[in-house]
Every structure is written in structure tokens, then in C-alpha cells.
């Protein structure tokens, strides 16, 4: 069960689209968290990035896009390191709540 803060987290980053559609041009599409990993483990609900379901986890492995799920290594050769995608997703949150 997620606490106070990281729902309103969650809520934020679903609000805000998939991180990768709107970095690549894409604009703004509806996105589901994806909680980042290490050593196989969820790090937390404040740990996750906004994805649609094609960068998340439907999408497969084509010239168009790479699903997270299960192509980690293709995914962040595209799109970059998750730590870099979630510290600009907190930033673009930031501003957005400043705004």
C-alpha cells in the first residue's frame, strides 16, 4: 500500500504522460508507472517512471520502439539510463506543480 506522498507520486507521473513519448517528439500519452529496479527488487513507489504501455511492457522490440519489458538492455540504449529518465521526470513534475 502506497503512503500519502508516494500516491500523490504516482498520481503525478500518470498525469504527466510516458516520459519516452514526450523526450522522443511523441508528445503526451497515458502512462502507467514502472517502478525501477535493482538487483531484481522494486527500489519503491518513488522510484518509478511514467510509461505508456508500449514503452512499458506491450510494445515488442522494432525500429519504431522497445518495450522496458523484457528488452532492459535495448530499452536503455534507446532511451537512456532509468536514473536519467527518472531525474528528469522529477524535474518535469517540479516544474509542473511550481507552475
Not at 531484481?40 to 508500449?54: D, E, Q, T, V
Not at 529518465?85 to 522529477?90: A, E, N
Request: hydrophobic share 35%.
Amino acid at each position: 500500500m502506497a503512503t500519502k506522498a508516494e500516491q500523490s507520486w504516482l498520481d503525478a507521473i500518470c498525469r504527466l504522460g510516458c516520459c519516452v513519448c514526450i523526450r522522443t517528439g511523441r508528445g503526451e500519452t497515458p502512462a502507467e508507472p514502472h517502478h525501477l529496479l535493482d538487483g531484481g527488487r522494486r527500489l519503491g513507489h518513488m522510484w518509478s517512471i511514467p510509461l505508456c504501455p508500449i514503452h512499458h511492457r506491450n510494445g515488442g522490440l522494432n525500429s519504431q520502439w522497445v518495450a522496458r519489458h523484457p528488452y532492459r538492455v535495448e530499452f536503455v540504449k534507446r532511451y537512456g539510463p532509468e536514473l536519467e529518465l527518472l531525474r528528469w521526470t522529477q524535474k518535469r513534475v517540479a516544474e509542473l506543480s511550481a507552475a
